[in-house]
């Protein structure tokens, strides 16, 4: 029998131990905690994931400050918008939602983000000291996916973790924490031979590659815990994940559902993290 990691039960009770902290805060410091969210041009997923974001402020007692700007946004225009918020005493945490128009250089844009209001866990020094199992700011699925295994209380250490994806996003910080977290981790990419092979090692598998369905029951352990990153569409538009839910989940101990898995963890991340970044400030 497997048991279905409900993601959307558990976000909803982090996010009132996350309200409580963020009113302790204002009555300590005398203003609300304050996350900036940055959206250029009009990516329509994109769109849909800050407005999660700025809703998920609301339930959080966090004070959200909305920019959006146009397609046509200049990289200088987007690097004095970010500067602005660094010095900003009021903002906690800069979210700069990717994907940014083609034209601007992302990665320089998003340097200009201090590490204490870095609340992606994006910058160098975050990923370099989450590398050194040192305090940080963590990026937030991954983070999600650690916390959802800590409250379904899945055995980590010791266990052998393959992650399915090297993205600086999710697949390695994901590894990063279950090696800190002591399993002995595997990370697979598109090069990877063998896969089937590498994954039905997998005590806990992890799949964040952005393909539907690609995980199989022919690729799962018996008794494995499958964790679900991704969000795609089937064939039929539906949404779904990188796993084949209906015919893994008899080989699992747990699974995670996609939608109502890690997807809300992630946006609960970012309110866990703005909250840390204010109280560090
Ligand atoms: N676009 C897709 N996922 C993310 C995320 O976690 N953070 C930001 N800033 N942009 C994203």
Redesign the pocket.
Known sequence: MYTVIDGKKLAAEMRAEIKLSAEAFKKRVGREVGLAVVLAGENPASQV?VRNKIKACEETGIKSYAYYLPESVSQNQLEELIKELAEDNNIDGI????PLPTHIDAKRALELIPTCKDV?GFSAENAGKLSQNSDCLVA??PNGVMKALERYKVPVKGKKAVVLGRSD?VGKPMAMLLLNADATVTICHSKTQNLKEECLKADILVAAIGKAKFVTADMVKDGATVIDVGINRDENGKLCGDVDFENVKDKCSYITPVPGGIGPM?ITMLMYNTVIAASRR
Not at 95 to 98: I, S, Y
Request: proline share 0%.
């Open positions: 994931y979210l700069v939602q990717l992606d937030c699925t996003i992630t």
